[in-house]
């Protein structure tokens, strides 16, 4: 259920569809496996604290862990974080999530 190959994230990077948003970006990249797995980036060029890449995706991992069971597909998503992340509230991560999910066509 978790994307942790960085091949992959490079693949999706390179290759994925993208779809970006006021806080995240999604990846979208088909998968060789079923179902849907996640993978969270926060970049340290942007994100110049430790402490603030792990609020990131920890804002990001928890959005998709409440509103999982509503998406579907093959696929590999990988959620990136922009610099709006850091003042925003979860909330705004998962309203921004669900857009993308609706742009991706990932949600059921």
């Known amino acids: 259920m978790r994307v942790s190959e960085p091949w992959v994230f490079r693949e999706a990077f390179q ?10 970006t999604l990846y979208r990249i088909k998968s060789g496996k079923s179902g849907l797995r996640l993978g969270v980036a926060a970049s340290k060029r942007l994100f110049g604290r430790s402490v603030d890449r ?12 409440l ?22 509230l979860r909330q705004d991560v ?15």
Request: hydrophobic content about 45%; charged content about 30%; aromatic content about 8%.
């Open 15 to 24: 290759n994925g569809v993208r779809f970006p948003g006021k806080l995240i």
């Open 54 to 65: 792990s609020r990131a995706k920890r804002l990001m991992r928890e959005a998709w862990r």
């Open 67 to 88: 509103n999982y069971h509503g998406f579907s597909g093959d696929y590999d998503i990988i959620l990136s974080a922009r610099h709006l992340i850091i003042e925003a």
């Open 94 to 108: 998962e309203k921004d999530l669900l857009l993308l999910a609706v742009k991706a066509a990932i949600l059921k």
